[in-house]
């Protein structure tokens, strides 16, 4: 019983699984965060062409 108790103590496996979860969710949400950052930079800026199309007519 104490042999398995010890070997479940050192087994790391699940907190390598966690590990790549967390690094995973992070690289998410930074891709995330740069496309809406990027999208409303490009929608300002395509508003900004459409405003001086529209006004040299």
Do not use: C, P, W
């Not at 062409?49 to 007519?57: F, H, P």
């Amino acid at each position: 019983m104490s042999k398995t108790i010890a070997r479940f103590m050192k087994d790391e496996s699940g907190a390598t699984a966690i590990e790549y979860g967390l690094i995973a969710a992070l690289i998410a949400l930074a891709i995330t965060a740069g496309a809406t950052k990027l999208g409303a930079g490009l929608s300002a800026q395509f508003n900004h062409v459409a405003d001086e199309l529209a006004n040299t007519q």
